[in-house]
């Protein structure tokens, strides 16, 4: 049974550039939650998505986006990118109902030059 | 919105020693508060959790406790192993749609 799987691993851009990031939710799970974890902090809520639409955000710009497709995977856009922005992004999949407990993937390290 | 503390940042132990990482949550109306352990280099992964319908939650040399009171909750390992060593994060997170907010870490090192 495959876990939360996300692409690239790791990533290199330039300030002012675009970057997408790609996950695919664990089998069974419908529910997409995007984190920011900077270095030596804890993980960030970006946004969760169900059903095709965002359900919830956090306190991130609207340089922040994503998609939700049919097969449940999604997708993080980040436009404009800053120096601030490199960090490691995590996808985790749930359950909306019963709603608890994350499965993380590994995560794609983002680094802004 | 939720704001979750966590002590100690860093914690050193002896192998064989115990090791308790402690919470405190804002919201009152957080009602599930899972604990995640991050290793270098890999996912977070959920270890334990307990929901506010109860005090203590035990799996094997792993305990957690909960104090709805005074809103904090503790994570307790027993008998410290070298591969315990990691991140541990804790979160709080209330019913509904479940999007826990996480601490920022403690960074538990158990020397052999």
């Known amino acids: 049974d495959a876990g939360v799987t996300q692409s690239p691993t790791h990533l290199i851009k330039t300030r002012g550039q675009q970057v997408t990031l790609r996950c695919s939710p664990k089998?069974?799970?419908?529910?997409v939650s995007w984190y920011q974890q900077a270095l030596g902090q804890g993980p960030q809520f970006i946004f969760q998505?169900?059903?095709?639409?965002?359900?919830q955000r956090g306190n991130f710009p609207d340089r922040f986006s994503g998609h939700q497709f049919p097969n449940y995977s999604s997708e993080l856009n980040v436009n404009a990118l800053l120096l601030g922005d490199s960090a490691l992004y995590l996808c985790a999949s749930s359950i909306m109902t019963p709603n608890y407990g994350y499965t993380f993937g590994s995560g794609t390290r983002l680094t802004v030059v | 919105g939720e704001n979750v503390e966590q002590h100690p940042s860093t914690l050193s132990v002896q192998e064989g020693d115990s090791a308790v990482i402690k919470c405190t949550y804002s919201?009152?109306?957080?009602?599930?508060f899972p604990w995640y352990k991050q290793e270098l280099g890999k996912r977070p992964q959920l270890i334990i959790d307990i929901r506010s319908n109860v005090g203590e939650k035990k799996d094997q040399r792993i305990a957690v406790t909960l104090n709805k009171t005074a809103k904090h909750f503790s994570l307790h390992i027993t008998e410290t192993q070298p591969e315990d060593s990691a991140v541990y994060f804790c979160a709080a997170s209330k019913g509904g749609s479940y999007i826990p907010t996480f601490g920022r870490g403690t960074s538990l090192i158990v020397h052999p």
């Open positions: 998505y169900y059903e095709e639409e965002e359900r």
């Open positions: 919201d009152s109306a957080s009602n599930y």
């Open positions: 089998s069974g799970h419908d529910t």
